[in-house]
């Protein structure tokens, strides 16, 4: 099994900084992809940001710009840094990693976090 440990959301005022951070752990071969989804009240869970292996990242639009995702192999920990940040920013967000195990892909999921933006 691998355990995912999220970190640094809190609330913030519009225009604020946040970084969120998730470490990996448990039976870990090799991490193929780490990413971050977010889910605000009566809406789908949606990607924001995301990191595969030998790629670079991909950002939905509404954060290009305001948002980086990078990640530590050696840690197997992701961060993802937000600036400017906007009351419809408000969501759990959620740590999402697919790990490779006997040449099998696993997908994993963090707690969720909350991210409160007040205007």
């Known amino acids: 099994q691998v355990q995912l440990v999220e970190s640094g959301g809190g609330l913030v005022q519009a225009g604020g900084s946040l970084r969120l951070s998730c470490t990996a752990s448990g039976s870990i071969f090799r991490i193929k992809a780490m990413a971050w989804y977010r889910q605000a009240p009566g809406k789908e869970r949606e990607l924001v940001a995301g990191l595969s292996s030998g790629s670079s990242a991909n950002y939905a639009d509404s954060v290009k710009g305001r948002f980086t995702i990078s990640r530590d192999n050696a840690k197997n920990t992701v961060w993802m840094q937000m600036s400017s940040l906007k009351p419809e920013d408000t969501a759990v967000y959620y740590c999402?990693?697919?790990?490779?195990?006997?040449?099998?892909?696993?997908?994993?999921w963090g707690q969720g976090t909350q991210v409160t933006v007040s205007s």
């Open positions: 999402n990693v697919v790990v490779e195990r006997s040449l099998r892909n696993y997908e994993y």
